[in-house]
Structure formats: C-alpha cells, structure tokens
Nanobody, 125 residues
Framework: QVQLVESGGGLVQAGGSLRLSCAAS????????MGWFRQAPGKEREFVAA????????YYGDIVKGRFTISRDNAKNTVYLQMNSLKPEDTAVYSC??????????????????WGQGTQVTVSS
C-alpha cells in the first residue's frame, strides 16, 4: 500500500516556476514508477511526466517537454516536478501516482494503482 501527498502548488505568473513534491508512505516506494498527471476543468486527465524506479528513466508529455523536469529521491520517498516557463494553459490540478505500468504505457493513467489528492496550480497571464 502506498499513500501519496502532493504539495507545492499555488498561483504564479506566466513565465514563472513552481516545484511540486509528492511524498509517499510505504516500504516499496523505490520499486514503483511515479507519474504526474494533470486535469483542468472540463478536460480529460493528461499525462505530464513519469520516472521509473531503476535507471531511472524519465518520460514527458509533449505539452511539457523542455519545460518540466521530474526527479525522485528514494531515500526521502519523494518525487518532484520542477515546472519552468509556466503558461496559463498549464493551469490544472496536478496529481502524482504510483504504479508498475509497462514502459510503453507510462503515460496511461490506468497503469497506476495509487493516487494523491492533487494540488492546484494556477498560472495567471
């Protein structure tokens, strides 16, 4: 069992930066792939980034490539999402997730078993 708690969301101006954190409880954190997804009002959930437990290998959605960076600290049971050059269209609830999806499906939310409650990110223009 893994419990996830996100933090670091808030209000930022376009062009600014935020760093989200996702703290996990559970002894198997280091064996899970961790993902970040986001959902804006009236829109479907979309993949932001993922990081595997070994390597680690990182994956990004096309919408954030070159602007966001995912990382993890297994000693602290925490995964981070550094978000730079934020745009108003990045406004959404950001949620972290843990699971063991196939590498070809790290961007699919169905592959994740555990989810946090989400943190709001609002980017003003």
């Amino acid at each position: 069992q893994v419990q996830l708690v996100e933090s670091g969301g808030g209000l930022v101006q376009a062009g600014g930066s935020l760093r989200l954190s996702c703290a996990a409880s559970g002894r198997s954190f280091s064996s899970y792939t961790m993902g970040w997804f986001r959902q804006a009002p009236g829109k479907e959930r979309e993949f932001v980034a993922a990081i595997t437990w070994s390597g680690p290998r990182t994956y990004y959605g096309d919408i954030v490539k070159g602007r966001f960076t995912i990382s993890r600290d297994n000693a602290k049971n925490t995964v981070y999402l550094q978000m730079n050059s934020l745009k108003p269209e990045d406004t959404a609830v950001y949620s972290c997730a843990a699971g063991r999806p196939a590498l070809s499906r790290v961007g699919v939310d169905l592959g994740y078993d555990y989810w946090g409650q989400g943190t709001q990110v609002t980017v003003s223009s």
